[in-house]
């Protein structure tokens, strides 16, 4: 984690759809990608993972979340280079 990443917490009120994050457990960075919905109640996220290229929900009591700059683009796995 970098000083332009966001720590977010244990609360998905500070994510929205399109914001890029980090999950990390423990150390280990399990997660990486765009948030695609949110579900504020039960503290629980969707993202398209970068780093698998599936989609997956992630239980924020779980993982430390980190939310990254806006600028930040990442090319999806086995997506073609342009």
Avoid: K
């Avoid at 970068?50 to 090319?75: C, F, K, N, W």
């Amino acid at each position: 984690m970098n000083s332009n990443d966001q720590f977010v917490g244990g609360s998905c009120d500070e994510l929205s759809a399109g914001d890029a994050i980090e999950a990390f457990y423990g150390s280990t960075l399990v997660h990486r990608g765009p948030v695609t919905e949110v579900a504020l109640d039960q503290g629980l996220l969707w993202i398209l993972d970068t780093l698998t290229g599936s989609r997956r929900l992630l239980d924020m009591s779980e993982l430390e979340i980190v939310r990254l700059p806006a600028h930040y683009h990442e090319v999806l796995v086995g997506a073609p280079a342009r």
